[in-house]
Structure formats: structure tokens, C-alpha cells
């Protein structure tokens, strides 16, 4: 969805940029006429009015542009959230299963020497560090003796099992921090363009304001006169006028 500050944006532009081609030849007859009264020279701002409307224009299209990757970059970001949490899920399970199996093969001191120490965590990153730390030990080995004879256990296989979960949760991860980044860069280049249109704007409106009552059409530059509160807006626009 749009953000309503660039749509807010576009309206007013849209105004600005609609007086100026509607009303330019007006506006142009009216300031030839007086400027011949005045200086006996017809005055000729064509090329400037029409400088203004598409210098406007293309900078509006690089905001709506800009916007709309950002609000595309960011509806990927929920499904990474989901696979990483889906991860996260499977490889709690299994931690917690192999905590349960292990203290009741080895005992409960086999917790700590397989780093399990305190609580399982659901919080992805520290899962993922936790389950790491775990595969890590089950492959170094040092693990006491079985409280009974009768039981044993395939470590190598069950280190293999968590590794896989811990990988896929890793790599999860990997792609939220990787979503996030570029979520960054969209939002950088959108501020950017905001900032490079509001300055646009202000002198495109402003220009026209100007032109607009010196050629004696005060209402033509209300419409187009550029807010003093609200950047990138006409007054008009902003006020509900």
C-alpha cells in the first residue's frame, strides 16, 4: 500500500502540475500583455512554465517509484519471518526432545556439559546459538556413561539431526538480517527522494505562486501556492480548501 505522505505528495503535485499546462496560456497571455504595457516586449515564459510541469512531474514519478520498491521490499520481509519462525519451531522441538533423552540416559548432569545450561530459548537467535553450541559437544565427545547398561544412544546420528535444524534455522535467520538490510537501502533511497521532492516542489509552486500574481490571477495562485507547515504541499491541498 502506498504511503499516504507520497500520496499526499502526488495530489498536490498533481495540481501544481495541472495549473500550470491548463492555465499556462493564460497565464502566458496575461503576463505578455502586461510586461508590452509596461517594457513594450512581449514577455514569452512558455518554456518556463513548461520546464516547471515536467521538472515536477519526473520528480514525483521518482517518489511514487521509490515508494513503491520500498512497500515491495517489504512484503517479502513477513514471509522470512514465517520460514524463520517455522525453523525455529522444529529445531525447539528436537532440542527439547534430546534434552529429555539424554537426561534420562545419562543423567541430569549431562545438561550442562552439553551446553543445554538453563531453559531452552524460543528466541530464534539464541535457539539457533544454543542448538550450535549442543552439536558442537555431542561431536566432541566426554560424555559420561549411561545410568543403565541395558540403554545406548547413536550421538553422531543425533548430532547430524539437530545440525540439520540448526543449519535451516541459521540459514533463516540469514535471510531476515538479509530482508532487513535491503528493507534499509529502499527506505534510504525513498527518504531521499522525498527530501529531492519537497525542495522541487517548493520551487516549482512557489515559481508559479509568483507568476500567477504578477499576471493579476490570484486565484489561479492560491491553488498552487506551496504550504508553510506541510512540505511538499499546496495550501490549498493541505487546508481541505
Known sequence: MASKM?????????????AATLQGAVLGAALAERSVAETGVALDVSGLVNFLATTLEASTMALINADEAHE???????GARDA??????ALYDDVVSARSMLTAIFGDGVV????????TSRDPVVLAR???????????GGLPAP??????LDTTSLADQLDAKVTTLEERLA???REGREAQLTLTEKQRALTEHDVIFSGVATTLTGLFTLAGLPELAARVRPSRRHAGRTEAEATGE
Not at 515491495?72 to 513477513?78: I, S, T, Y
Not at 550442562?112 to 531453559?119: A, E, K, V, Y
Not at 545410568?147 to 545406548?152: F, G, I, K
Open 84 to 89: 524463520r519462525d517455522e525453523a525455529a519451531r
Open 147 to 152: 545410568r543403565s547398561t541395558l540403554v545406548s
Open 130 to 140: 544454543q542448538g550450535r553450541s549442543v552439536v558442537s559437544r555431542l561431536r566432541a
Open 112 to 119: 550442562d556439559t552439553l551446553g543445554f545450561f538453563g531453559s
Open 72 to 78: 515491495q521490499e517489504l512484503a517479502d520481509d513477513p
Open 6 to 18: 507520497v500520496t499526499d505528495r502526488q495530489k498536490s503535485s498533481a495540481s501544481v502540475v495541472q
Open 175 to 177: 535471510d531476515v538480517a
